[in-house]
Each structure stands twice: as structure tokens, then as C-alpha cells.
């Protein structure tokens, strides 16, 4: 069974040997957990989110139909391929750009179409959640879905056990962080990622966590080209690709 986090913070004290560090622990261990969630992409936490385009936004400046379609309101980042619409039940993927490329697209009225390019402005419109805009703008309320990583909230009761399913891990981490508060020589050793240095490191146990979370003996791995390029994105090669010269 997994450890809630007053016994994480009980056990990660109890190795910093500053027993009566506990809010400090707590702060920390959010800390933790706010990194996992922002710098790595975990299927434990992923969620999906149901909407239809709205076919009369023009947020940015944009045409009609583009956007912006709000996102939840704990959206963090879009997983890859995991954007899509569908029409009379057949699904069709959405292709991340960044703004940049998706600010120099052809923005005239009339353009509603079947969309395949997106882009997530994370800073909202008005102060409001981050929208999903996409181009070109749809040209129906076609039910859209989405998978996402969430922001993950901060722990506020002792009792709560934290997401992160790898308790030893962050043991380890939360005590090092510890220790760099009493200035306990230890920290490099329990904070490390050298197996040959610091074998029982944070680091060297995240890094074998990731190596095996999303279960790679079972899930084929693929290489694929850039799809904004590539496959149903033709049109956007360079003329030498389509015209032969």
C-alpha cells in the first residue's frame, strides 16, 4: 500500500535528522511533485476533456471558427497525438504548430473548413483559461477530444497520498532536499544521479522509474516524420516534393 505523505515526511525527516522540520517537508514535498508533473509526461495522471469547436470565436485576431476553445482549467500541456475531432464518427487528429507558424497562416473570412493544425495559447485570452486554436477554423461544432497532462495540486492534508507512484523515490529526494537546509554533507549522496557515485541517488532512482513507466516491453515504439510536413499535410511540402522541379 502506498505511504500518505505524513509518513513520507515522517521517514524523509527521520534520515535528514531534523525530525521537527514537518511544514517545511511538506512545502518541499509539493515542490517535488509540481516538478515530476511539470518536466515529465506520466499516464497516471493524464486526463481527457470533451468539448465541441466553437464556430464563433475569433480570438488573437483570428478568423471566425478559429478560437480560442477553453481548456480545463488544470490544463498543463497537450500529450502528443492526443488531439483529434470527430465527423459522422470518423476521427480526424489534430497537428500541433507552435504560434508562431499558426500567427503567419492565411486568416481570411470563408476559410471554415475540416481543421488539422492546432496550437494551445497557455496564457489564455483576457486573463481566461488557455485556449485551443485551430486552423483551418472548423466549420461545425464537431465534438472534439482532447488528452492532457494536469497541473497537479498542492497536498494540503497530511492524509492525502501523492500521486507519484514511486514512494522510494521520493523518500529519497525529500530527504536530500532536507538536508540542504541543516547542510548535511549527505545531500549529494542522496540527491545524485551517478550510479557510481551516489548508487541509492534521487536521481539514479527516477531515472530507472522512467525507463520502465509506460510499460515499453509491451508498447512498440515508432519513429515518425514531422507530421505538419508529412502524410495528410502534403500540401505544405516544398514545390520540389510535388511538382518535380
Known amino acids: 500500500m502506498a505511504l500518505n505523505a505524513a509518513q513520507i515526511i515522517d521517514i524523509a525527516t527521520q534520515q535528514a535528522k531534523c525530525p521537527g522540520f514537518t511544514a517545511q517537508a511538506l512545502a518541499l514535498l509539493n515542490t ?26 475569433s480570438g488573437n485576431g483570428y478568423a471566425v471558427g478559429s478560437g480560442p476553445n477553453p481548456m480545463p482549467s488544470d490544463f498543463l500541456r497537450l500529450h502528443r497525438k492526443g488531439c483529434f475531432y470527430y465527423i459522422s464518427q470518423v476521427p480526424y487528429p489534430l497537428i500541433g504548430v507552435e504560434q508562431e507558424q499558426f500567427d503567419t497562416f492565411v486568416q481570411q473570412p470563408g476559410l471554415q473548413s475540416y481543421p488539422y493544425l492546432a496550437y494551445v495559447d497557455v496564457t489564455g485570452v483576457s486573463g481566461e483559461e488557455p485556449g485551443l486554436y485551430v486552423w483551418p477554423p472548423a466549420s461545425g461544432a464537431y465534438p472534439v477530444t482532447i488528452r492532457y497532462n494536469p497541473q497537479m495540486p498542492d497536498i494540503t492534508e497530511q492524509t492525502e497520498v501523492p500521486w507519484f507512484p514511486n514512494t522510494n523515490y ?76
Open 32 to 57: 517535488i511533485l509540481q516538478e515530476l508533473a511539470q518536466d515529465y509526461d506520466f499516464n497516471v495522471i493524464r486526463k481527457s476533456a470533451y468539448f465541441n469547436f466553437d464556430t464563433t470565436a
Open 170 to 245: 521520493l523518500i529519497r529526494r525529500l530527504a536530500g532536499e532536507l538536508m540542504g537546509l541543516t547542510n548535511d554533507d549527505r545531500m549529494p549522496a542522496f540527491l545524485g544521479d551517478n550510479e557510481d557515485t551516489a548508487p541509492m541517488g534521487a536521481g539514479v532512482l527516477l531515472r530507472k522509474y522512467l525507463q520502465m513507466k509506460d510499460d515499453p516491453e509491451t508498447a512498440v515504439k515508432t519513429v515518425t516524420l514531422d507530421r505538419r510536413h508529412f502524410g495528410q499535410a502534403w500540401n505544405n511540402l516544398p514545390s520540389t516534393k510535388t511538382i518535380g522541379w
